[in-house]
């Protein structure tokens, strides 16, 4: 089963250094576990600080040798500048295409980046086949409660089938309501494996 960790610093308490100190030892953590993938997806902060973030976490998976690749949200410049693996972007019709993404990495003789894909509909998995996305992260799939109130409806797990099965041979990741419970499920849908922000900030 493939992991898919999505950080969010917001998730801890303290001030700004505080929350970016424990988001990087939450990573080091997911690293040392050998985790997948991990999204780093702080879109409010500056460039200079996601690059300064990026940089630590590159770091950590070459101390460990670990074979957990980093994504940057959908910023493919500080990416290429910080040496990323790859890049997660959504299935909006201003956002760049992955074919675009890889132009921009070919132009620096960076090596090819692993690209994944937010989708939301069906529509939106058969765009991200024809354009040659590395996988998709389809929410999502069960219901979001926070603090016991119902905040987004889950599409569930027939629709996750559809999605997985238009998908093939893309990986397709479950994101949304997913729990180690309701993990299987997931997969006997076709998931190859699972995404989550609060999901790995529990381990």
Known sequence: MLRYAITS????PGDEIQQQAALLRQASS???DGIDLIQLREKDLPATVIAALARKIL???????????LLLNSRPDIA?????HGVHLTAAPDELTPTQVRSLYAS????????TISCHTLEDVHNAVANQADAIVFAPVFEKVVAGQNVTPGQGLNQLRAACLAATPIPVYA?????????PACLEAGAAGI???????QR
Not at 9 to 12: F, G, H, K, P
Not at 108 to 115: D, K, M
């Open 59 to 69: 770091k950590a998976i070459t101390t460990a040798a670990s074979p957990t690749k």
């Open 175 to 183: 994101l949304g309501g997913v729990t180690f419970e309701n993990t």
């Open 9 to 12: 610093r917001a998730l801890y």
């Open 195 to 201: 995404a989550g922000i609060r999901l790995f900030h």
């Open 30 to 32: 997911w690293i040392a």
């Open 108 to 115: 620096t003789n960076s090596p090819a980046p692993i690209i």
């Open 80 to 84: 290429i500048a910080t040496a990323a």
